[in-house]
C-alpha cells in the first residue's frame, strides 16, 4: 500500500513520543529525508524515467529534465547518427576548430543559472548546432530525483518494500535536526545519524533486493573481450572469447 504523508506524520509522533521539536514540517521532512535517500545510491527503483529530446534551430543545447543523473542517451535514428558524451572543454576546442560532421554529435551537461537566483537548469551543451527544428531527435534515460510532496495527503514515491528503511530514515532525519549540535553530549553529530542507516542491515536488504531487480546486464560489449575470436560453449549455451 502506497505510503502518505500523514502516516509519515503519525509513524514520527509515535516513534518520538510526541510532535518534533523541529521547526520543520512533516512535509519537509519527508523531501529531505527523500533527497537525501536519492543521493545516496544510484536506485535501481528510479532508473526507468525517459524522455524524448528534439532540436531547436541555431540553439546549441537542449533542456534537461528534473534528474538525479543520466543512464544513457541515443538518437532515435542509430544507424544514420551517432552521439558521443565528451567533456565541457573539448566542446569548447570542437565549436573553436568548426570542424562539423552532419552525422555525429558531442554533448556535456551543464548547469545554467537563472536570472535573479534559484536552482540552476541543467541542459546538455551541444556540437554542432542544430541547423533545423527536429522532434524527439534523442532517446534519454535516467535515474529520476526525488518527488516532491506537497501536502498531507500526498504520497511518497517509493516501492512499498522501500517503506520501512524510509520511515526509520524520516525519524532519523528529525534527530538530526534536533541534535545537529549536540554531538558532545551524545557522542554523535545530528547528521551522523543518517551515515550510520546506510551501515544498517535493513538498508543493506534494501540495496540488496534493488540489485536484484535484473539477474543479467549480459555479455561485455565495446571491449578487447569483445573484439577476439570466440566460439559457442554448447555445455553452458554462451559465446566464449578464446584464451
Request: negative net charge.
Amino acid at each position: 500500500m502506497a505510503l502518505q504523508v500523514s502516516e509519515v506524520e503519525t509513524y514520527l509522533e509515535a516513534a518520538l513520543g510526541g510532535s518534533s521539536a523541529s521547526p520543520y514540517t512533516t512535509i519537509n521532512i519527508v523531501n529531505h529525508t527523500g533527497q537525501w535517500l536519492v543521493n545516496a545510491r544510484p536506485w535501481k527503483w528510479l532508473e526507468g524515467a525517459t524522455a524524448n529530446l528534439g532540436l531547436v534551430a541555431d540553439q546549441p543545447w537542449i533542456a534537461l529534465p528534473y534528474m538525479r543523473d543520466i543512464v544513457s542517451l541515443h538518437p532515435t535514428n542509430g544507424l544514420t547518427v551517432q552521439f558521443e558524451f565528451t567533456s565541457l572543454d573539448n566542446l569548447q576546442e570542437l565549436r573553436s576548430t568548426g570542424t562539423v560532421s552532419p552525422l555525429k554529435y558531442w554533448g556535456a551537461t551543464a548547469h545554467s543559472p537563472v536570472a535573479g537566483g534559484g536552482a540552476p537548469i541543467l541542459r546538455l551543451e551541444l556540437y554542432p548546432t542544430p541547423s533545423s527544428n527536429e522532434t524527439d531527435f534523442f532517446v534519454l534515460h535516467y535515474h529520476a530525483d526525488w518527488t516532491e510532496v506537497e501536502t498531507s495527503t500526498d504520497y511518497v514515491s517509493i516501492p512499498n518494500w522501500l517503506e520501512p528503511l524510509f520511515l526509520w530514515s524520516c525519524t532519523e532525519c528529525v534527530r538530526a535536526f534536533e541534535e545537529y549540535d549536540k554531538g558532545a553530549e551524545t557522542g554523535m553529530l545530528g547528521y551522523d545519524r543518517l551515515s550510520r542507516i546506510e551501515q544498517s542491515k535493513i538498508w543493506l536488504d534494501a540495496c540488496a533486493r534493488d540489485g536484484r531487480l535484473q539477474p543479467s546486464l549480459g555479455t561485455l560489449q565495446n571491449g578487447a573481450a569483445e573484439s577476439g575470436p570466440q566460439h559457442w560453449d554448447t555445455r553452458f549455451h554462451v559465446q566464449v572469447t578464446n584464451p
